[in-house]
């Protein structure tokens, strides 16, 4: 985990935002690890995050590879509208932050407002593919951090 996440977490947190984890976890289709291990990293995950005064309102991944047709896999929408249901929330209208294209895209698709991070992968992806994208991110930010103080201001 980034050092920043968990205090930009804590900061959606305090400002009352529900935070939620969606992410592909083809490894699990591929054979490359079992699904407990992913279970186990999410776990890890909110301890870490707890020690820190941060905590997610819920975590949903995709367990499927690409050619399994599901509707959960990014940058399909049904983790956030699994989210929405179990959680009460609504994705019209919320903020998705990612590092690859296939995250923006499933903001566009549940009317989301689609924010790039140029942490992880989207340094590479911003600079390499930008071009190629249908449409482009609301806001482009560095890390975690820079995506929550966009995401903040646009709340008040």
Do not use: T
């Amino acid at each position: 985990m980034f050092p920043f996440a968990p205090p930009a977490i804590r900061r959606l947190n305090e400002a009352g935002l529900a935070v939620v984890v969606v992410s592909n976890q083809s490894g699990v289709a591929r054979g490359y690890f079992p699904e407990s291990l992913v279970l186990e990293v999410n776990e890890l995950m909110k301890s870490a995050l707890a020690k820190e005064g941060a905590h997610l309102d819920g975590i949903y991944y995709c367990p499927h590879g690409s050619a399994d047709g599901c509707d959960c896999r990014k940058p399909n929408i049904g983790m956030m509208q699994r989210a929405e249901r179990d959680l009460g929330l609504q994705a019209s209208g919320s903020y998705v932050v990612g590092d690859r294209y296939g995250d923006m895209e499933m903001a566009f698709r549940a009317g989301a407002h689609a924010i790039l991070v140029r942490s992880g992968y989207g340094l590479g992806e911003w600079m390499w593919h930008r071009q190629e994208w249908p449409r482009q991110p609301a806001f482009v930010a560095e890390d975690l951090a820079g995506a929550v103080d966009w995401i903040l201001e646009q709340k008040q």
